[in-house]
């Protein structure tokens, strides 16, 4: 909803931990309409496993200049990684951190 509604409130920056892109499993319904347009500066912290929009996925996405996504590794939707990942839930979490920190510092 926050993506939606940016522009209108005039908000500096807009940040989301993880973005529905599209219902998992249906890729062809694309939620990305508003992002073509976006004129808030804006970052999506998102999985590259997520299923709402995998890192193979995305980037063939139409989104707006001022859209960034910043791709937290082999994370999914809550960007815990599997197992076998060579990063563990606490390093993504503190990747989140530490990159939102940082685009809110610039903003």
Known sequence: MA??????????????LGYPFHPPGKPDRLRI????????????????RDAFGRRDEVPAYPLSEQVRIAWVPDGDHS????????????DNLAFAVETAAA?????
């Open 3 to 16: 993506s939606l509604v940016a522009d209108e409130l005039g908000v500096a920056g807009l940040l989301c």
């Open 33 to 48: 309409e508003h992002l073509q347009s976006l004129a808030t500066p804006a970052l999506i912290l998102q999985g590259e």
């Open 79 to 90: 960007f815990k990684p599997r197992k076998s990942a060579a990063t563990t839930e606490r």
């Open 103 to 107: 685009f809110v510092a610039q903003l």
